[in-house]
T-cell receptor, first 115, second 111 residues
């Protein structure tokens, strides 16, 4: 299968700072990337859909000013958690696909801890 | 609104057993259904993708079936091994490529 790389795999930051997470499709061009959040012992919740060259589409209840998404190229999408608070601590995972409705490939996830 | 349910939430079996994980969804208008494996603290590994026009897919000891009309999918694992211990997630892929996940089945295979 195709490879999606997510960086960093874990990060600890202080409250009030911003953290950027990168999601790269290494061997294919991804017109669509998705960002998910996963709390302990829970399933994945879709945060937003990232389309190359256009604004991200956020799911209901997700603050777009807090979770900034940029999809500047066909191989890279970034999620920036701005002014992080301890409640933002979570596991963030991205996925990428050739097209929106084809098989999705996932990154290895980023464990964010805000102290 | 699409809802995905997985049963059971947790399963513990002795090594060598064949087992079935269940996934049901409320809206049959799906493009594909995908099964994943997640190890603790890790990302997702895609196991099988079943397109909406297909009824099953096989990979090694894994077999996944799809019945769109009844809103059900099953993942069959043959001759389970301790290395199969993980959380198994099913997800339906709908319009726009959004994946809606079930809560997962936490599988433990005892040696």
């Amino acid at each position: 299968g195709a490879v999606v790389s997510q960086h960093p795999s874990w990060v600890i930051c202080k409250s009030g700072t911003s953290v950027k997470i990168e999601c790269r499709s290494l061997d294919f061009q991804a017109t669509t990337m998705f960002w998910y959040r996963q709390f302990p012992k829970q399933s994945l919740m879709l945060m937003a859909t990232s389309n190359e060259g256009s604004k991200a589409t956020y799911e209901q209840g997700v603050e777009k000013d807090k979770f900034l998404i940029n999809h500047a190229s066909l191989t890279l999408s970034t999620l920036t958690v701005t002014s992080a608070h301890p409640e933002d601590s979570s596991f963030y995972i991205c996925s990428a696909s050739y097209r929106g409705d084809t098989e999705a490939f996932f990154g290895q996830g980023t464990r964010l801890t805000v102290v | 609104k699409q809802e995905v349910t997985q049963i059971p939430a947790a399963l513990s079996v002795p090594e060598g057993e064949n087992l079935v994980l269940n996934c049901s969804f409320t809206d049959s208008a799906i493009y594909n259904l995908q099964w994943f494996r997640q190890d603790p603290g890790k990302g997702l590994t895609s196991l099988l993708l079943i397109q909406s026009s297909q009824r099953e897919q096989t990979s090694g000891r894994l077999n996944a079936s799809l019945d769109k009309s009844s809103g059900r999918s099953t993942l069959y694992i043959a001759a389970s091994q301790p290395g199969d211990s993980a959380t198994y997630l099913c997800a339906v892929i709908g319009q726009g490529g959004k994946l809606i996940f079930g809560q997962g089945t936490e599988l433990s295979v005892k040696p």
